[in-house]
């Protein structure tokens, strides 16, 4: 794959592992015709160890696990997609893996671009509110002037 | 003479029914959902995360339920839940610096780049009760205000640009980090693991330890130089396509704890760093962790050490509370055997004992007789 190209999966697979149950279920409504779709491996839940870094940015160590589900299908038409995700949830995954397969294929590309856009939209929204309720807290120093007593 | 004997087992099987009936409780009231634990007791489920090491709200609120609240119980609940887990693989390490900050302060700099973020803070609250909460009032909609989108710099690169604050830890080159979930530990650590224990341990017990050292039990002149708190990104090698890829974020708290130095011979004067990065919003135990592995990094300083807090083996080893309370609790448990072996040892001791006085008080008797 190219840059382009790899850089496109990418932000679709982090967009899809990002999309709720609701919008993934809705966006697979939204796909017709329906393809043929073969579980190559799992949906299967799992733990990913979680790294940090000592002070912030230096060498690398162990802060604990994370619940993560992933599965990887393969098309009718042969297109392999994964999906792997946060959480316990293997439906999820498997319907992640699913559109990252379809986003491979030019007739369903459109669809998998408006679902992901929408996820986009939804999480940069959120994303703004909480910097704006945030932002609210922001600590204003002002400086008491003393008298001339 | 050992005798096996079993029994009781209608007995606990009656107990965990009775344990489900007072879990539930009184049942004209609603019963609690997973989704209300998790937005209403959020920080109880965090700290159960943080101490399980396993990061997954609604496992944590499970947990939180099923204990009935005990939230070591529902550490160990957890902690046991991963192990039935296969490990997919390890992260990228987490960006604290691009963090989607809930708050963030700073006690050495009033006007560091990006501010002094409050957040969601009970600081400056007033510790009353609230009467307000006992009834079900409608809660105001949080104030906005425009927010910039510059990147928040980390107060340890301020500090470092005088070159007066030691750099972010680095261990030898080929080191790769260890995994106390893989390995046993064997003492020394290296900081990599130390945190890891620290990261898991138990809050009190780290609280405890970091009060210890402000008390003057190794002191450290410690200032918080930053305290941030917001959502990181995971991101997850894929094997198969050779890139790495989010999974999602998740939140973590971040404490860079700032500690004078005098310097040493190898040194030269500069502030030294403690840190702590926890799962969750758990800003206690950030900053409990960062105190802690400070005192703890005292041989690397060339430091005295004369204090429980610098001693890893004794903290290291004590700070997990899962392991702490499996020891501790199995007292509880049947030691029927164990226990008619001490008796009957102690009986023989009280029998001879009570044979050598008599003989002793005889033998007194007689002496004043003749």
């Known amino acids: ?149 | 003479m050992y005798v096996a004997v079993k029994g009781g087992e209608a007995a606990i099987a009656n107990a965990h029914q009775l344990l489900a009936d007072r879990r539930r409780g009184d049942r004209s009231l609603p019963s609690i959902s997973i989704d209300q634990i998790v937005a209403q007791l959020g920080l109880a489920v965090d700290r159960v995360m943080a101490e399980a090491s396993l990061y997954d709200r609604e496992l944590g609120a499970l947990a939180v339920r099923q204990a009935r609240g005990d939230m070591i119980e529902a550490i160990f609940i957890l902690r046991a839940y991963r192990t039935t887990l296969p490990r997919f693989g390890m992260s990228e390490p987490v960006d604290t610096a691009t963090m989607k900050i809930e708050r963030r302060v700073s006690a050495t700099y009033k006007d560091l780049p990006g501010g002094q973020l409050l957040g969601p803070t009970f600081d400056y609250t007033h510790r009353l009760l609230d009467p307000s909460l006992l009834t079900d009032e409608p809660v105001a909609d949080p104030v906005r205000r425009g927010a910039d989108d510059s990147p928040m710099m980390r107060v340890s690169d301020i500090l470092a640009g005088e070159g007066l604050i030691e750099g972010d830890g680095k261990l030898p080159e080929d080191h790769v980090a260890g995994d106390l979930t893989r390995e046993p530990l064997e003492f020394p650590l290296k900081r990599d693991l130390r945190l890891q224990a620290l990261s898991r341990g138990d809050e009190g017990f780290l609280l405890a330890l970091a009060y210890s050292t402000q008390r003057g039990y190794a002191r450290t002149h410690p200032f918080v130089g930053e305290v941030r708190i917001g959502e990181v990104e995971v991101e997850l090698d894929i094997p198969e396509l050779n890139f790495a890829v989010s999974l999602g974020r998740i939140q973590v708290t971040e404490c860079q704890m700032v500690n004078q130095f005098q310097g040493s011979a190898k040194n030269p004067p500069q502030f030294t760093r403690g840190y702590g990065l926890v799962f969750g919003q758990s800003e206690r135990k950030a900053m409990a962790m960062s105190l802690v592995d400070r005192a703890l990094r005292a041989e690397e300083f060339g430091e005295d050490i004369v204090a429980p807090a610098q001693d890893e083996e004794f903290i290291i080893s004590h700070s997990d509370n899962v392991q702490a309370t499996g020891f501790v609790e199995h007292l509880k448990l049947p030691h029927y055997v164990d226990f008619q072996a001490e008796l009957d040892l102690v009986r023989r001791m009280r029998a001879e004992y009570d044979a050598q006085s008599r003989a002793e008080k005889d033998g007194a008797i007689r002496e004043a007789a003749e």
Do not use: C, Y
């Open chain 1, 1 to 149: 794959m190219g840059g382009t190209a790899v850089n496109e999966r990418k932000r679709a697979m982090e967009l899809l592992a990002k999309a709720s149950v609701a919008e993934l279920t809705a966006g697979w409504q939204a796909i017709e015709p329906k393809p043929e779709v073969h579980a190559v491996r799992g949906p299967e839940s799992g733990l990913v160890m979680v790294r940090g870094r000592i002070g912030g940015a230096g060498d690398a160590f162990n802060l604990g696990e994370a619940t993560v589900s992933r599965a990887t299908v393969r098309l009718g038409s042969g297109e392999i997609g994964h999906g792997q995700l946060l959480g316990n949830d293997r439906e999820k995954a498997r319907l992640a893996a699913v559109f990252d397969a379809l986003h491979q294929r030019a007739e369903h590309r459109p669809a998998v671009d408006s679902l992901i856009d929408a996820v986009e939209s939804r999480i940069e929204a959120e994303d703004r509110k909480q910097a704006e309720q945030t932002a609210a807290t922001r600590v204003d120093f002002f400086t008491m002037v003393r008298g001339d007593n």
